[in-house]
């Protein structure tokens, strides 16, 4: 770590005249986690400027989000046409099986060069090496003359998502002040959402070799925005470069002079000169920051979160999108086009989620969505059994079309959210990577598993499959995962510092913020 200058002295904040906390919310225990200033909320003109800056940021990551999403939809649309009579690759449920898992089986060897590559060269510059391989997947994806070829292009695909998936959230949550972070660190999942409908319409009408050309096209448009965009303050400081930070925080928060930018930056050249300090000045292994408490309890919190995320299956409804519905609905139904609105439903319903977050608040979110996803799959799971289902379909469909909205609500994005927010600054890159990594290995066992499992458990015990995961999802969130909105990095960081696991023995009473007038 190269030299930083000493921690600065404390600040005597200030509250902004006509901004004191007002009694209701500290009533509400909603205080910060720490003394650390507490950033204000009105937005003025000058605000209003760096809100037009993080969405610029984000506007770049969202067209490189749809083009990260295609591929994870594509095999949704790409599998009927193999299996076709007429199809010129002819293709098995064996064969169908390693194409659709093979994305996620190539994805966490670009997740484990994603943390050095992040450390190393940046967070943009990180995504901006990952498009030139997505471009490279598609293009071998739509020349490709055999099976082999297209396990080779689904592989160099998944590698290219698996580097950008977590610079891209790591990216915006160090961008984004803490009141627009719930909104922005959402966008890319809802962006993921709009490859999966963008490649469903496409597949649908279109053959699959020039889909593969319409996919490609999002990731290039995003790689030219990226040239123009600054590195992360976060990265910039700890690498010394303290003048290019705080340049690119007064772009973020509105222009030179914002007491808003000049806090963050104080707050960020201390916490990484006091870092320095507890290390004696020297490097740690990543190995013992990775046993350190305030890093083990995240990661733990994240991992099993996202397995269990997975196990309800909201990654396989959108990799068999077709073959599940038709297992499902009755012949007279299109599948096709039941996935299509399964599609267009995620995308509406993960803005939703991402707006929602911002205003509610991480836990309630997680909370109804696994709630629901629990109800709809048990509900779907006993339709199927005991053939509850009219004839036309419309039970089954309604059941089908409601569990992936609700998942999309909350489960689908809170993954990405929690890797931007959780994850301490020291470790982000190589934790965000691990996590990562550790998420698509188990959705690579579960797609590969899927033909397995649909023919042991049938149809209905798939889906209580999916309804016992959600149960213990909404488990697992009630005890353990903290409420941020509206924390800053460093006070989620201070939390997990503190020697409490679950989120209802937190301590109760916390200073009292204070406000700057920004």
Known sequence: MVDLPPALPPRAPRIASGQGLPAPEAAAGTRPLSGEVRLPTRIDCRTRAGVRAQWLVAGALVLLSIGAGCPIGFSGVL??????????????????????????????????????????????????????????????????????????????????????????????????????????????????????????????YVPWRYVCAVCALPTVISFCCLRFL????????????????????????????????????????SRAAAEKADNG??????????????????MVIMNVYNILQSLAGTFIVIFYATDLLSSVLPPSVNAELVAIMTAAVRLVLSAVGAAALQKWGRRPIALVSACGTAATTAALGLVLFYGWADSAGYVAAVLALSYVALTSFGMFIMPGLMMSELLPTSVRGVASSATTSIFNISLFSYAKLYPLLKDLLGSAGFFWLFSAAAVANLVWTYLFLPETNGRSLNEIEDYFRGGTWLWHRRPRRRPISTIVDG
Request: a positive charge; one cysteine or more.
């Open 79 to 204: 599998l009927p046409q193999l299996q076709a009579p007429n199809s010129s690759i002819p293709t098995d449920d064996d064969a169908a099986s390693w194409i659709v898992s093979m994305h996620s089986a190539s994805t966490p060897f670009g997740t484990l060069l994603s943390g050095p590559l992040m450390d190393r060269l940046g967070r943009n510059r990180a995504l901006q090496v990952s498009t030139p391989l997505l471009v490279a997947g598609w293009l071998v994806l739509g020349l490709a003359p055999n099976y082999i070829a297209i396990l080779v292009a689904r592989a160099m695909c998944g590698a290219a998502v698996g580097i950008l998936a977590a610079p891209s959230q790591v990216l915006l949550g160090e961008m984004s002040e803490p009141r627009m972070r719930g909104v922005l660190v959402g966008v890319p999942y809802v962006s993921y959402s709009i490859g999966i409908l963008y490649v469903y319409l496409f597949g649908t």
């Open 230 to 269: 600054p590195e992360s303050p976060v990265w910039l400081v700890r690498q010394g470069r303290l003048k290019a930070a705080q340049e690119t925080l007064d772009w973020l928060r509105g222009g030179a002079g914002s007491v808003q930018s000049k806090v963050e930056m104080e707050q960020l050249v």
């Open 281 to 298: 000045g020297k490097k740690t292994s990543t190995w013992r920051l990775f046993l350190q408490p305030h890093v083990v309890k995240p």
